[in-house]
């Protein structure tokens, strides 16, 4: 069973159409990178899969529960990374994992929490005012509470926008473990060299359609590209 | 161009929002509307006070105060026997009289005899504000005009009156005020007035208080999950919107309700004091707020917080960021504010039709009302108020979660063209 299943999906603002009847389907289990200049729909299509848009037209079914009608149900499975997320900022670390994980089942709780400090690897930083991280120990701790919870389907829109590339590694190393323990995961990106590393297939997306789908090696012989980067410039500007 | 202008172009472009105008705009109306109001009760209540006359004293100083009283007032009863007196109250009810004065017949004689001449007045109340007890007022000085024109006319006659102070106060008031089908015996309108708004003060200053600082707290809270980038999150998380939009109103209200213990507290000294001063009780003219009254203020109290707050909240998903969370609560602060001013300047039951609608629709009137209402029995205004408020309150976080569940709460795109200005976009 596809775990997020994209048929025809139509989202306008207004007049402006930002995303144009777009289809596209996610294995269980897979990364799947979704890349695209700016203000082509990236952000928007994630939005409307992590429930906080409603939609047109089209059907998205994610986990087997239509978006439309199961939005309650699809946030139980789901756990979304908006690309400039913050926390609340008279918390510490901890006490913002804890706040999360209440949501949750609460026999859960303790495991979660400590599973997200794990993975936010902040040390004793993590009982620190939030107020008080770098970008790079916010980003970690957002990524942690995003994926503590073990969910079905992790949205990640630009997981590693603006760290430093010791941090971006170690979020990669992450998202790539974490889908190898069977979350599923849709990430959008800027960074070609990330895509091709951690997406198991891509979409280009350009313009509020998609114009390429498919695994990156795959494309890049038929584009007859040495990386995803000249894929994705052949694609959307030729 | 040069830095400075540059810089002061670039500030004015940003604060010259319909975010900042629009509130500003609306108050300005609101206080435009009262303002017209207010100056109609004023206009009226400084008009020659209409007053009915029974003078049984046809002597000299009897005529001197008949005289000033036909020539300074607008006397629309005209007696010469007291036996008249529950006519001539009728009659002034009718035509919206304030008083009826009663010259007896021995008035002169026990002035001419070193006695105080009494000049019985009764009041017909109708409100307690402070515009309401304006043609009172005005009357009071009438009657003191009356005083000063006996004590030249002693003088010029050169009585064998030889007590200075008598002479400079030859009559003696003895006052009776009807309000709201009670009697009260040696009371004026304006001590009953300046009694009640001690007692009932306190609410209203409360009530305010309330809802300024607890109505802060939920439009900035509103704000700050927004300009924190927290709000995304929160509503990707599995919890209802309804229990979001609760759970904000709810530790609201409880931080809004502790300050207002706090803030209770001193006001409680502060007006202990005033109540000390008046030196009357309430209680001994048969007003009293029984247990059962302070429960239905309690009620009324519980209410408008929660649809103050809801008010707040709705408020609050408009607010792109803390600054402009500021300017949304000034408009709260005004709402809140009105119905105070209203009720400290006007009773409800005088107002004109209009302003009483608008008054009534302000949800914040009700408790800053109930207590005066209480006072007389009034459950109709009480009990009807606080049934309005609660569907005012059920409707308005009907609409927050609705608005919870729409897109409009992230990207601030709305059908209503007027709120656009209100919502700027967010980059996608």
Redesign the interface.
């Known amino acids: 069973m596809a775990a997020v299943e994209v048929k025809n999906l139509v989202k306008k603002?207004?007049s402006m159409d930002?995303v144009k009847g777009i289809s596209f389907s996610i294995n269980e289990g897979e990364i799947f990178g979704l890349i695209g200049p700016n203000?082509a729909?990236k952000?928007?299509t994630l939005?409307v899969l992590?429930?906080?848009?409603?939609i047109n037209s089209g059907t998205v079914t994610i986990l087997g529960h239509d978006l439309s009608k199961q939005s309650?149900e699809i946030?139980?499975l789901?756990?979304?990374l908006?690309e400039?997320?913050?926390?609340?900022?008279n918390l510490t670390g901890r006490a913002y994992l804890q706040f999360?994980a209440n949501?949750?089942d609460q026999k859960e709780v303790p495991t979660i929490v400590k599973k997200g400090i794990e993975i936010a690897d902040l040390g004793a930083r993590i009982d620190d005012r939030v107020d008080t991280y770098s970008k790079g120990m916010m980003r970690r701790l957002l990524v942690g509470?995003a994926l503590m919870t073990n969910p079905k389907l992790a949205i990640l829109d630009e997981p590693t926008s603006g760290l430093d590339v010791i941090n971006a590694q170690e979020i990669r190393k992450l998202v790539k473990s974490t889908a190898q323990k069977g979350t599923t995961v849709l990430l959008s990106s800027h960074n070609m060299l990330e895509v091709e590393y951690l997406c198991d297939r891509i979409a280009l997306i350009s313009d509020g359609k998609i114009v390429e789908e498919g695994k990156p090696k795959a494309l890049m012989e038929k584009y007859k590209a040495r990386n995803i980067e000249e894929v994705f410039i052949r694609t959307v500007h030729e | 161009m040069s830095g400075l202008g540059n810089i002061t172009r670039k500030e004015i472009r940003e604060l010259l929002t319909p975010a900042t105008f629009v509130p500003i705009i609306l108050v300005a109306l609101i206080f435009a509307t009262m303002g017209n109001s207010i100056q109609g009760i004023q206009e009226q209540s400084q008009a020659p006070p209409t007053i009915g006359v029974i003078n049984e004293d046809n002597s000299t100083l009897g005529a001197i105060a008949s005289t000033i009283l036909h020539e300074r007032a607008k006397v629309v009863y005209n007696s010469t026997s007291r036996s008249d007196k529950q006519v001539g109250l009728e009659t002034l009810k009718e035509k919206n009289g304030v008083a009826l004065i009663i010259i007896p017949q021995n008035f002169t004689e026990r002035i001419r005899h070193e006695q105080p001449g009494n000049i019985e007045v009764y009041w017909i109340m109708k409100g307690a504000g402070l515009m309401d007890t304006l043609s009172s007022s005005i009357f009071e000085s009438l009657i003191a005009y009356i005083n000063t024109n006996i004590s030249k006319e002693l003088i010029q006659e050169n009585t064998s009156i030889h007590n200075a102070s008598f002479v400079l106060s030859p009559t003696k008031r003895l006052e009776t005020t009807y309000f709201k089908n009670r009697e009260f015996q040696g009371l004026s309108p304006n001590t009953i007035s300046g009694m009640l708004s001690s007692q009932s003060l306190l609410i209203p200053i409360v009530m305010m208080m309330i809802i300024i600082m607890a109505g802060s707290i939920v439009i900035t809270s509103m704000a700050l999950e927004k300009e924190n980038k927290t709000l995304e999150t929160l509503l990707t998380l599995p919890v209802k919107r309804t229990s979001i939009v609760t759970g904000k109103i709810v530790a609201a209200a409880v931080i809004g309700l502790l300050l207002a213990i706090i803030y209770m507290i001193g006001m409680q000294f502060y007006f202990s004091g005033f109540q000390f001063s008046a030196g009357l009780n309430l209680a001994s003219y048969g007003l009293v707020i029984t247990s059962m009254d302070f429960i239905w203020i309690g009620v009324s109290l519980f209410i408008t917080l929660i649809a103050g707050l809801s008010l707040c909240m709705l408020m609050g998903t408009f607010a792109k960021n803390y600054k402009s969370a500021q300017t949304l609560t000034f408009p709260i602060t005004m709402l809140a504010m009105i119905p105070m001013f209203i009720t400290m300047f006007a009773d409800f039951d005088t107002l004109p039709l209009a302003l009483k609608i608008f008054t009534f629709a302000i949800p914040f009137s009700h408790p800053m009302m109930a207590p005066r209402a209480l006072l007389f029995h009034d459950y109709t205004l009480v009990i009807g108020g606080i049934v309005y408020v609660a569907i005012f309150a059920i409707v308005t976080i009907s609409i927050v979660v609705w608005v919870f569940k729409t897109d409009r709460l992230l990207v601030g795109t709305t059908k209503f063209k007027w709120l656009k200005g209100l919502t700027r976009r967010r980059r996608f």
């Open positions: 603002y207004g930002a203000g729909g952000t928007t939005r992590s429930t906080l848009l409603s309650g946030r139980k789901i756990s979304y908006p400039d997320a913050g926390a609340y900022k999360i949501f949750f509470r």
